[in-house]
């Protein structure tokens, strides 16, 4: 059109008055001319990956063999992978792995209603905040029994962890007891001073004879806000990775057999489970750079 004569002055009409008359840059018309003329094909954008979608599907595939945990999400996997040396992104670990139905199954997240609880319930430094709650699972012989557990709020360590038949308020202080032999070194008066427990208003954790031990040892009582298990969010997450991982897909015999089964879980958690909260660092790997911290300073 540019080119095209006018009747009046017979002169090209030229590029700058037809773009302004079709509103229309005079950049996107040269653009695209020079686009016409090249002969190139455009490539794909960005850096050559070492790997086919194939071959990363492939090790995708031996990751989440080699695991011993179940049903880990994409990220996990892409931190992984990371750590045999295989670098690629997150989207593409994604991609590749909706494509081969490698996701677990996700769960639709819930409708949030007003939350009360506006804060943090995950501490600075170590031993500084435990949470501690329990859950049921069920064993052939004895039927359904009963496992205490405690974590630490800023590492996400398992601290203790203890089956037994009857719950009682004497048997809820075991991971406790064992967490401080763990950690602070031993078991007597005062020893847990500057360290604070968090657990639920269940009837063990309220208990005198729970209360008195737990002041015995210096560890201050903090409650979570009642009907508000957000609070206590960090050992009902352990929870969920124990029944996942464990009580889930394994049968017991007795409570015996689940308690050596619960060790060996809390020792392959904290040396194994990447944490996504802690740059996917293990719990233990966290502590450690925490003590490593503190002795430089």
């Not at 012989?141 to 203790?160: K, M, N, P, S």
């Not at 009837?203 to 209360?211: E, I, L, N, R």
Request: proline fraction near 4%.
């Amino acid at each position: 059109m540019s080119r095209t004569l006018s009747a009046s002055t017979n002169k090209p009409y030229g590029v700058a008055r037809v773009a302004r008359v079709w509103d229309v840059a005079r950049s996107s018309f040269y653009a695209a001319r020079s686009r016409a003329a090249s002969a190139v094909v455009p490539l794909k954008r960005g850096p050559k990956t070492d790997f086919t979608d194939e071959q990363l599907t492939d090790h995708i595939r031996t990751v989440i063999q080699k695991s011993p945990f179940f049903g880990e999400g994409h990220r996990k996997i892409w931190a992984r992978l990371r750590l045999a040396g295989i670098r690629t992104s997150k989207r593409r670990v994604l991609r590749l792995m909706r494509a081969a139905e490698l996701l677990g199954p996700a769960r639709r997240p819930a409708v949030v209603n007003s939350n009360p609880h506006a804060g943090t319930i995950i501490s600075e430094q170590p031993n500084q905040l435990w949470g501690t709650d329990a859950t049921a699972a069920v064993t052939m012989a004895e039927g359904q029994v009963t496992i205490f557990a405690a974590i630490d709020h800023c590492t996400a360590e398992c601290v203790g962890i203890h089956a037994v038949k009857r719950a009682t308020r004497f048997e809820a202080l075991e991971p406790i007891r064992q967490g401080l032999r763990d950690h602070f070194g031993a078991f007597h008066a005062g020893i847990g001073a500057g360290l604070r427990l968090r657990h639920d208003h269940g009837s063990q954790y309220m208990s005198d004879d729970f209360q008195k031990e737990l002041r015995f040892v210096g560890i201050e009582s903090s409650p979570a806000f009642v009907r508000q298990p957000e609070g206590n969010g960090c050992i009902e997450r352990f929870f969920r990775t124990l029944k996942e991982q464990l009580l889930w897909i394994r049968h017991f015999d007795d409570v015996e057999q689940l308690q050596t089964a619960l060790l060996q879980f809390k020792d392959d958690y904290n040396r194994g489970w990447l944490i996504q909260r802690l740059n996917f660092r293990t719990p233990w790997q966290t502590r450690q750079d925490f003590l490593a911290q503190r002795a430089a300073a």
